[in-house]
């Protein structure tokens, strides 16, 4: 290629809330500091391959809309290195410090296992120069394990034995993979793990088997020394009609029946939280409550669809909400926001890809600013603790320190003639006080 497909794109910079350039940052200043950090270590903003260019804009009732360069050169091997060159230039002329793939994703499926392998170790040399040229960090690594039909029936679910293991042989190299380009997490995401009938699917064999995988990539983990986390996604409804990794609650008692809670965190996507039937604050409130949050695919779904729409993030009190809770509770370890989001098919140019990226970390870096007066004013934060207040007192801290019976209690209620009041929950006052920081 002559010219490569981002050349027509300035780098982009920072220009403040007033700037009309749409190819700028009005909130997204990746050194000013806010909560004890500069903003691109708060934020951990990191690209996706697969959505960003491994996806042509194809759907179920059509051709890919994307006339992406790469996607025309015949040889495998060759669109994958241009694919590679174009990735590179994005992430630099966007600024954003991480990036995440699927195996498939950067490099071809071979005719054999072993050739796959060798394909994505040729593509992975290319990989660890561009990132030592650019800076540009692994957030995590992940194998695809649903888009080839061997996976139709699931990979570690299969009822075929042989699928296992070749999913194991996917796995395996792929966290040698992220171990190598020193990538911070590692992620399993469901795919087909799930069922559509009952009539052909032994769902507690399927569970058990879900089981062994994960406890032999955590073992494996130990084995390599791989330092990140091990991340599992929910998703419910899709592909399957029945997926395991339902949402953050039905993870966390899997792991905790195998005895992996220590093991795995959870990456949690916005849309899939939706499709799950909770809000995406409620999913990251469950994961910090249950120390098992580990990183955020940040993206939207669309309240008149029923489906995973994908679509960039652009709303601010959403997404200050669900900051506000994460900051709280100290904001990322080893996590970051993964846009897992798409562009709309019509959005068929190169500058297509900066306005959805430029608009996502926007709308981040402004809910950060929000969050960060939230907490600096500890008004909702107060009203919180005053609501739970009766616990600090000796009642309350008897109770949860475990020194009255349920017929001690029962004593105490009658003895003492208790007739709690009820008091006002104060949710209308609550969101005008939240709509004020906007
Ligand atoms: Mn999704």
Known sequence: MAESYFDRIPTIRYEGPSSENPLAFRYYEKDRVVLGKKMSEQLRCAVCYWHTFAWNGSDVFGAGTFDRPWHRIADPMESAQEKLKAAFSFFEKLGAPYFTFHDRDIAPEGRTLAESHANLDKIIDLAEKEMARTGVKLLWGTANLFSNPRYMSGAASNP???????????????????????????????????????????????????????????????????????????????????????????????????????????????????????????????????????????????????????????????????????????????????????????????EDLFHAHIGGMDVLARGLLIAEKMIQDKALTKKLEQRYEGWNQPLGKDILAGKLSLAELSDLALSKGLDPKAKSGRQEMLENLANRYI
Do not use: C
């Open 160 to 350: 075929d034995p042989e699928v296992f293991a070749y999913a194991a042989s996917q796995v395996r190299k792929m966290m040698d993979v992220t171990l190598r380009l020193k990538g911070e997490n590692y992620v399993l995401w469901g795919g087909r793990e799930g069922y559509e009938t009952l009539l052909n699917t032994d769902m507690g064999h399927e569970g058990d088997q879900l089981g062994r995988f994960f406890t032999m990539v955590a073992e494996y983990k130990h084995k390599i020394g791989f330092k990140g986390h091990l991340l599992i996604e929910p998703k419910p409804k899709e592909p399957t009609k029945h997926q395991y990794d339902f949402d953050s609650a039905t993870v966390y008692a899997f792991l905790q029946r195998y005895g992996l809670e220590k093991e795995f965190k959870v990456n949690i996507e916005a849309n899939h939280a939706i499709l799950s039937g909770h809000s995406f604050q409620h999913e990251v409130s469950y994961a910090l409550a249950n120390g098992i949050f580990g990183s955020l695919d940040i993206n939207r779904g669309d309240n008149l669809l029923g489906w995973d729409t994908d679509q960039f993030p652009n709303d601010p009190l959403e997404t200050a909400l669900v900051l506000f809770t994460l900051m709280s509770a100290g904001g990322f370890q080893t996590g970051g926001m993964n846009f897992d989001a798409k562009l709309r098919r019509q959005s068929i140019e190169p």
